[in-house]
Every structure is written in structure tokens, then in C-alpha cells.
């Protein structure tokens, strides 16, 4: 799957491990490149959806988006308030 | 990040590369096990944002929640219809 390929270098560190995170990644696969890519505002409407579930802070949100060959990848990452 | 470590022996065959699809996972790394698990709900919401975007067949979806320690993974595979 093309989507682990892209992150497969990332580690989490301890200090990392212990946060409460929320962690999304939405990866499209199209046949053809020309046509519509609707990660954008796909990412937009889960953020919200999200933030029905969680207290999300803007600030505590990270979004990446990749292209490679016909894969888009969106990543969301999202640090959770400590209760 | 764990989500990757899970999925890590799946492998594409290139007759599937040419479909074109949808891949959505969601890790949620909590500090406490016995806190509320909202992933189904947003498993149905993120659901219904993607049909804003795109035509999906309910049965060209599959979904599958792991739960590995402190992680809950889901994941959420649709195969897009052909234009």
C-alpha cells in the first residue's frame, strides 16, 4: 500500500508516546492524475467531524499533504487535551 | 507511529493498483484504556463525508477496527467506482 511507503521513515519517540493523539491519514489513489482532488476539502469536513467527538485546538492540529504518482496522502495529526 | 507497524505486511498486487480507491486510517493512542471509544462513531460520520465527494457502494467498503495497547486503529478501504 503506497500509504505506508511514504511514512515508513518516521519513529515515534517516548516522549511522544505518552500524548493522547488522534492520528488520520486518507490516501487516494486515482487512475487518472487530471481528475478532481477533493483531499482538501475532504480534510476540512473530517477536521470537523472530529471536533463533534474531541476539543480539538487549531493549534494542536498538523496537516500534510502529498502527492506521489497517482497517490495523493493527507496526514492529520492531532494532540488531544489531557483530561 | 504504530499505525504503520500494523499494516506493515500488506502488499498491492498490481492488478489492484489500477482500481482506483479510497484509504482512510484512523489511529487514536489514548493514555487511558477506560476512556470513551468514539472510533465507530467516527467511523460512520467520515463515512458520510465521503459520499459528499464521491459515489461509494456501500458494499465496495470494508472496514476493519484493530486494537493494538493503547491504539485503536480503523481502517476504512473504498474501491471507487470507474468514471
Known amino acids: 500500500m503506497a500509504l505506508f511507503g511514504l511514512f515508513s521513515g518516521k519513529k515515534k519517540?517516548?516522549?511522544?508516546?505518552?500524548?493522547e493523539r488522534l492520528q488520520i491519514l486518507i490516501s487516494h489513489e486515482r487512475q487518472n492524475r487530471?481528475?478532481?482532488?477533493?483531499?482538501p476539502d475532504l480534510q476540512r469536513d473530517i477536521l470537523a467531524v472530529v471536533k463533534k467527538y474531541v476539543a480539538v485546538r487549531d493549534d494542536h492540529v498538523s496537516i500534510r499533504l502529498d502527492r506521489a504518482g497517482d497517490a495523493s496522502v493527507l496526514e492529520l495529526?492531532?494532540?488531544l487535551p489531557e483530561n
Chains 1, 2 share one sequence.
Open 34 to 39: 487530471n481528475g478532481p482532488d477533493f483531499l
Open 77 to 79: 495529526n492531532v494532540t
Open 13 to 19: 519517540t517516548s516522549a511522544a508516546a505518552a500524548k
